[in-house]
T-cell receptor, first 114, second 111 residues
Framework: GAVVSQHPSWVICKSGTSVKIECRSL??????MFWYRQFPKQSLMLMAT?????????EQGVEKDKFLINHASLTLSTLTVTSAHPEDSSFYIC??????????FGPGTRLTVT | EDKVVQSPLSLVVHEGDTVTLNCSYE??????LLWYKQEKKAPTFLFML????IEKKSGRLSSILDKKELFSILNITATQTGDSAVYLC???????????FGQGTRLTINP
């Protein structure tokens, strides 16, 4: 399977600051990347879908100006949480798909906003 | 709206017991149903089911899909403490490649 990394794996930031999370694939060309968040004891909720070189499509209720997604290449997507607040504290996971049925999850990033 | 519902939400059993986890769905453009195990980090893949009635098996775990009744079950026999985890069911949407997750079943195996 592909090697997918997320950086950072864990971050604590102060309320009002912005945090950038990277999802990187070492050996898989991800034509589509999905960003999920998972609150404690809850399931994964899809936030947005991005295709390489295009603007992301956001799910209902997810603010596109707050969660900036950039899918600049087939191996890198970034999620920036702008002006983070404590309620944004969550586990953020990327999922990658390509042209076949293969799909991979990143290991996740735990964000804590104080 | 696409919906995936799992039951029970939580289950506590003794080591050695057999458990059955349920997943029902209501989605447009169904492609496949997937089961994942999640411990502390990202989900790990267990099964992908596309055809009805064909059981998939991996060791003590097995799963089957019923596309007429729109549900799937995941069975774990001779459970071990290492099976304790959250089990997630997800439906893959045709075309969009979107995965819609159920709420998960938190399984606890006591020694």
């Amino acid at each position: 399977g592909a090697v997918v990394s997320q950086h950072p794996s864990w971050v604590i930031c102060k309320s009002g600051t912005s945090v950038k999370i990277e999802c990187r694939s070492l050996d898989f060309q991800a034509t589509t990347m999905f960003w999920y968040r998972q609150f404690p004891k809850q399931s994964l909720m899809l936030m947005a879908t991005s295709n390489e070189g295009s603007k992301a499509t956001y799910e209902q209720g997810v603010e596109k100006d707050k969660f900036l997604i950039n899918h600049a290449s087939l191996t890198l997507s970034t999620l920036t949480v702008t002006s983070a607040h404590p309620e944004d504290s969550s586990f953020y996971i990327c999922r990658l798909t390509g042209t076949s049925d293969e799909q991979y999850f990143g290991p996740g990033t735990r964000l804590t906003v104080t | 709206e696409d919906k995936v519902v799992q039951s029970p939400l939580s289950l506590v059993v003794h080591e050695g017991d057999t458990v059955t986890l349920n997943c029902s769905y209501e989605v447009t453009n169904f492609r496949s149903l997937l089961w994942y195990k999640q411990e502390k980090k990202a989900p790990t893949f267990l099964f992908m089911l596309t055809s009805s009635g064909i059981e998939k098996k991996s060791g003590r775990l097995s799963s089957i899909l019923d596309k007429k009744e729109l549900f799937s079950i995941l069975n774990i026999t001779a459970t071990q403490t290492g099976d304790s985890a959250v089990y997630l069911c997800a439906v893959l949407i045709q075309g969009a490649q979107k995965l819609v997750f159920g709420q998960g079943t938190r399984l606890t195996i006591n020694p």
